[in-house]
């Protein structure tokens, strides 16, 4: 056998013997129940966030929870995420102007909210959406949802200089 030949058949080996071991750590791992697990299992996830997902524990007989104008951002972002959450479950979850509505329907002051573009500047629909409500001297809820957000995301963050919630362009909501 030649020199290049005896390389090449210990290279073989070697894969062959590196994908086997990775074959049967996969099953070992699956048989222990570490691989497959969902993200979901994760009693606490890493970053905290409130869901605007309805809670499907929760009873139908629950109030719907209501404003708080002299409240802070954190005990109105309860009335935030469930807005969110159901104009992201109907048929204009990528219109801005759908949640900047229904946002000030449910009694956020609509001169106090910003929301980024419906679509990219080549005509597509955005990938992600985001809009706020600037909340008192400091604070903002602040939404997201799109194709690259997965389920809608709602937060308390701190507002950004003269009042803004959200970095970079906004639209105008003049309507």
Not at 56 to 66: A, F
Not at 68 to 78: F, K, Q, R, V
Not at 108 to 136: N, P, Y
């Amino acid at each position: 056998m030649s020199r290049g030949s005896a390389v090449i058949a210990a290279r073989t080996r070697r894969r062959w013997s590196v994908g086997t071991s990775a074959i049967a750590l996969a099953v070992l791992l699956t048989s222990c129940g570490l691989v497959g697990e969902s993200p979901a299992s994760d009693p606490q996830p890493s970053v905290p966030h409130a869901s605007a997902s309805p809670d499907p524990s929760s009873s139908p007989d629950q109030t719907e929870p209501e404003l708080i104008p002299d409240g802070s951002a954190a005990e109105n972002l309860p009335l935030f995420a469930s807005v969110t959450a159901k104009v992201w479950a109907s048929e204009k979850r990528s219109s801005g102007r759908a949640y900047i509505d229904a946002l000030t329907q449910a009694g956020f002051d609509r001169t106090r909210m910003q929301v980024t573009q419906d679509q990219s500047t080549v005509g597509h629909a955005a990938e992600s959406l985001q809009f706020s409500v600037a909340w008192g001297e400091s604070e903002c809820l602040v939404g997201q949802v799109g194709p690259s957000t997965g389920d809608p995301v709602t937060e308390v963050m701190p507002q950004l200089a003269e009042g803004r919630c959200l970095v970079g362009a906004t639209r105008s909501i003049d309507w």
